[in-house]
């Protein structure tokens, strides 16, 4: 789990956006999305892990994965929500 403090000072790399945990319903989506074989990232690969834990941007519009407890905060990792 993310931080209560790291993620107060966290912002989407691209529109400097607030970021909040993403919630299980969010969560589950996405990852039906991704096991459909139809989800990409922003930088056009294929997304084929399952989330355990992601952020999402305060728009909902998308989600940065965390890996091994640490926030992927890279535009082109960022998964654009359908």
Same mark, same amino acid.
Not at 8 to 18: E, K
Not at 45 to 54: K, S
């Given at each position: 789990?993310?931080?209560?403090?790291?993620?107060?000072?966290?912002?989407?790399?691209?529109?400097?956006?607030?970021?909040?945990?993403?919630?299980?319903?969010?969560?589950?989506?996405?990852?039906?999305?991704?096991?459909?074989?139809?989800?990409?990232?922003?930088?056009?690969?294929?997304?084929?892990?399952?989330?355990? !834990?992601?952020?999402?941007?305060?728009?909902?519009? =998308?989600?940065?994965? =965390?890996?091994?407890?640490?926030?992927?905060?890279?535009?082109? !990792?960022?998964?654009?929500?359908?």
């Amino acid at each position: 789990m993310i931080d209560q403090d790291l993620l107060q000072i966290l912002a989407c790399p691209d529109t400097h956006q607030g970021l909040a945990v993403a919630d299980a319903a969010l969560l589950k989506r996405a990852n039906a999305w991704i096991a459909s074989g139809k989800a990409q990232n922003r930088g056009g690969r294929t997304v084929t892990d399952q989330l355990v !834990e992601a952020l999402v941007r305060t728009d909902g519009k =998308v989600l940065y994965p =965390v890996r091994d407890g640490i926030p992927v905060l890279l535009v082109d !990792e960022g998964l654009a929500l359908p």
